[in-house]
Every structure is written in structure tokens, then in C-alpha cells.
């Protein structure tokens, strides 16, 4: 099974849609409409935190387009104000 790894011009390319999602996804989770006290709200930040934080290690540009993909659908349901099912986050 052979990984392609992505140069340093791809990483940068995915910078800004990775921060962009990151504060999106922060932000999100500060909407009145998802039913969580202010505890849970700061745990779920931490664990936003920590997924990037160790996404942020990835070099494969396969797993580096599933993380992005799984951000997006995580914020999804951010957006509607529900909490991605678990499995997910």
C-alpha cells in the first residue's frame, strides 16, 4: 500500500482552509442552539484543539482530505446546531 506525501506547496495550499475551518468549527460551538453548558462547551474546544493539533502532523494527502472532510461534515451539523454523531468527533 503505498502513501502519497504531500510537499510543503500542498500543505500550504490546505493552510487556509484548515485555519478557516478550525475558527469556524470554534465558533460554532459557541451557538446558544447547541444544548451544552458552558463546561461542555470549553471540553468540546479542547477537543477541537487536540484533532487539529494532531492533524497537524499528517503528511499523507489522503488522510490530510479526510480530515479536512470530516471537519466540514462535523460543521455541518454545527451549522444546524446539533453535535456531530460521536463517531465523528
Known amino acids: 500500500m ?3 506525501w504531500a ?4 500543505l500550504n495550499h490546505n493552510r487556509a482552509r484548515v485555519l478557516s475551518l478550525y475558527r469556524q468549527i470554534l465558533r460554532s460551538l ?4 447547541l444544548p451544552l453548558s458552558f463546561a461542555a462547551r ?3 474546544k479542547a477537543e477541537v484543539r487536540a ?3 494532531v492533524g ?3 503528511r499523507s494527502l489522503h488522510n ?3 480530515l479536512i472532510d470530516a471537519a466540514e461534515y462535523s460543521l455541518s ?5 446539533q453535535l456531530p454523531p460521536r463517531h465523528i468527533n
Open 77 to 81: 451539523f454545527l451549522r444546524k446546531g
Open 30 to 33: 459557541n451557538s446558544p442552539a
Open 2 to 4: 503505498g502513501l502519497i
Open 7 to 10: 510537499t510543503a506547496e500542498e
Open 42 to 44: 470549553l471540553a468540546k
Open 64 to 66: 490530510i482530505t479526510d
Open 51 to 53: 484533532m487539529f493539533w
Open 56 to 58: 497537524s502532523d499528517e
